[in-house]
Each structure stands twice: as C-alpha cells, then as structure tokens.
C-alpha cells in the first residue's frame, strides 16, 4: 500500500501501519458489538462451520502466497497499485463466503464434513463420561518411578475445566505453558523487534527490508499452520500441547545455525524457522488456553498467559543490549548520522544468540513437559469419545431395528 502511494517515503509505511489497523477495527467494531448469540445450533450448523473453516483457510493461503510472491517486483507505483488492488479483491472475498455457503447447502448441502453432525451430542456425553473416567483412573496404573511420579503430580485429569485465577496459578501446567510461551513465541517476537539492527551488524544492512518481509511471511503461514491439528483430527490423533512442542523445534535450530555461521543463507534460514515456529505459537496458544483452562474464562487466562510477553521483551532485550554494548569497543566503529556508535561484526550478537539459543532449548523443555503431563488427559477424552460415539451408533441401530 506506501509502495502505490509514494515508494520512497519510509515514513509514509509507518504512518499507515498506525493509521489502517485502527480504521479496520473501527469499523468492524459494530457488527460485533450487535451480534448477538442464537438461543439455539441449527442442525446443519457444523457443516457450513467446516465448510468455512476450508473456504477462509484456502483465501488466507493464496492471499499469502500473492503477496509474498509479488511483493518483490512491487517497485514501481503502477506495479504497486496492480498488486494492492488484487490483495483488496482477495481480501473481500470472504464476505461473499456466506452467500455462497448458504447458496450451495441448498442445492444439496456439503459433501465434506470436517465434524461430524453428532459431536455435539457427542461432547454433551463426554461431559457426563469424563468425570467417570477420572475417578476410574486406578493407582495400579502409576508407576512407582520416582521421575514418573513428580511428572504426574498435579496434572490436568479434565480437558475444559474451567480455573480461576487462583487455581490457574497454582497449577504445575500452566507454569509449563507460561515458560513455553516465554521462551518460545516471545523469543521469536523479540528477535523480529531485533532483526533490523542483527542484520546491519552482520553486514546484511541492504537486505533488512528482505528479512523483515520473510519473518512477516513465515509467521502468517506458521499461524496457518497452526490449523493442522483440526485438518488431521480425522486421520490421525495428537495433542495439541504435541504440536505445540514439535512447533518449538525450529527455534533452538535457528539460533544453533546462527551460532555457528553468520553468512546470508544462514540468516534467511534462520529467520523464516523463527517466524514459522512463533507464529505457530501465537495462533495455536488460544486454543490450548481454552483446553487446558476452560473455554468460558479463556479470555481472562490467556491474558494472564501472555504478560510474558512484555517480561520477556524487556529481558531478552537487555541481553542483547549488554552484550551490543560489551563488544562494542571490539568491532569496527561506525558512527550513524545522529552520532552513535554501530557495531559491526559477527561478535555483536554472536553471545546474544548463544544465550538466546538456550533459552530456547528451555522452551522446548517446558513445552515437552506439558505434553507428556497431558497427553495421558487427551487420550483419554479421545477414547471417551470414541466409546460414546459406538454407544450413541448402536442405540441408533437398534432403534431402527425396532
């Protein structure tokens, strides 16, 4: 969008960075204030939820990959002004979803069914059955190991029930999920906040534009990615805290590689695993609060969860600000138009991404930790639900044998 107004003005893209979050949120303040919650789920409610969860992800993948694709030849206004237009045309398009959604159930409604009409009722049972299940839950399935047993203390036996502020903070998986969060999606925003002046001192000062684009880019498609537990429930059953620890996995690499080399492919590696783990982290964080915590009061946790955020910022900031200012004296001295002293060179940030690298690792340890405490907790509803849903096929069968 500065690019079709006035490519050379830098200060224009901030201005609008400030300008049009605000003007979409206004306007899409009313609609929700004035939405109002249906008294009861019609029947077919699911399919068009299925059918829109597939329609929006498909727009946000191809809106995603046209921006991402000709942002780079994006250097002229006229070229610039063809590329926004078709960005806005993409962008609208999903107020034509529910036209379209409602034209097609009734030609003969929808031939997928990401979940399946019964679930409701299914989930209704369930919450009848999984406090069953938990007081069924014997001592004779409890290993006598000692690690096995501090790792089992005080784990969550109940996916969705509800905690208050005080039960949620004494709660050994919350920690876990918080120092996660910490050292996992809050390092990766960090980093970004960080990427303009990493890159000047490695020598890439050209290519900051470049990156910050990539970070941008990779962290839009990891918060798509993050929609890959509910794709794969069907076909296959993981925890989502799972995922969560398999989406850490890139951020301890990145730092490694930035540890070991500073060269540009290492750079750009580094940065787009960096953006796709913390975006993942981000998107997917909301759903694991409201499973783990309870959907009603998830607003209000994962508020809580998310003070690590400014925490995390003013710590892992200071970090690379000592170590900047230690090696300092030891690089080559720039002086920048308002009279400070640049630092340059591999050593600048080569401590920072050390420490930052274990910090990582931390993370990845935190989060692992949450999903062997709840894995067992999500099997279990898994099963429950699998047993209720035989339960619920044979009543129907016999039913119509009768």
């Known amino acids: 969008m500065a690019n079709s107004i006035n490519p050379n003005d830098s200060k224009l893209y901030l201005l609008l960075n400030a300008i049009v979050p605000l003007i979409t949120s206004i306007l899409a303040l009313r609609p929700i204030i004035h939405h109002s919650r249906p008294e009861s789920i019609p029947s077919d409610a699911t399919h068009h939820d299925s059918a829109n969860f597939l329609v929006l992800t498909a727009l946000a993948v191809i809106t995603g ?41 009734q030609l003969g409604g929808s031939s997928f069914s990401f979940i399946d009409n019964d679930d409701v009722e299914v989930h209704k049972e369930l919450m009848g059955t999984e406090t069953q299940s938990v007081n069924d839950f ?24 509800e905690h208050s502020t005080r039960l949620l903070i004494q709660k050994w998986d919350f920690w876990l999920y918080y120092v996660a969060y910490l050292c996992g999606g809050t390092l990766g925003l960090v980093y970004s906040n960080n990427l303009g002046q990493i890159s000047q001192s490695l020598g890439y000062k050209s290519d900051i534009s470049s990156l910050v684009s990539l970070y941008s880019a990779c962290s839009f498609f990891g918060r798509l990615l993050s929609t890959a537990p509910d794709f794969l429930q069907s076909k296959m059953h993981y925890a989502r805290t799972g995922w969560l620890a398999l989406a850490l996995i890139p951020t301890p690499i990145a730092f490694l590689l930035l540890v070991s ?11 787009a695993l960096i953006g796709l783990s913390s975006g ?17 009061r998830a607003g209000v946790n994962h508020n809580i969860l998310i003070t690590n955020i400014p925490l995390g910022s003013l710590l892992y ?21 308002d ?42 509803l898994e099963k429950q639900k699998h047993t209720t849903e035989i339960t619920l096929l044979k009543s129907f069968s016999s039913y119509d044998g009768n």
Request: aromatic residues 12%.
């Open 317 to 337: 900031s200071l970090l690379a600000a000592l170590a900047y200012e230690a090696n300092i004296g030891n690089s080559d001295k720039v002086v920048s138009r």
């Open 261 to 271: 080399s500073d060269s540009k492919a290492i750079l750009f590696t580094a940065t």
């Open 339 to 380: 009279g400070s002293m640049v630092c340059i060179g591999r050593d600048c940030y080569y401590e920072t991404f050390v420490r930052w690298s274990w910090i990582s690792l931390l993370g990845l340890t935190s989060t692992s930790l949450l999903f062997l405490r709840t894995k067992g907790t999500y099997n279990r």
């Open 65 to 105: 990959l046209y921006l991402l694709v000709l942002n780079s030849i994006s250097s002229s206004r006229f070229i610039a002004r063809l590329i926004l237009s078709g960005a806005i045309f993409l962008l609208v398009l999903p107020i034509l979803n529910p036209i379209v959604n409602s034209f097609s159930f």
């Open 138 to 161: 014997s001592d004779r399935e409890l290993n006598e190991d000692v690690f096995y047993n501090s790792l089992v203390k005080d784990q969550l036996v109940v996916l969705g029930e």
């Open 280 to 296: 993942f982290v981000f998107s997917a964080a909301v759903s694991i609060t409201s499973e783990l915590f309870g959907p009603n």
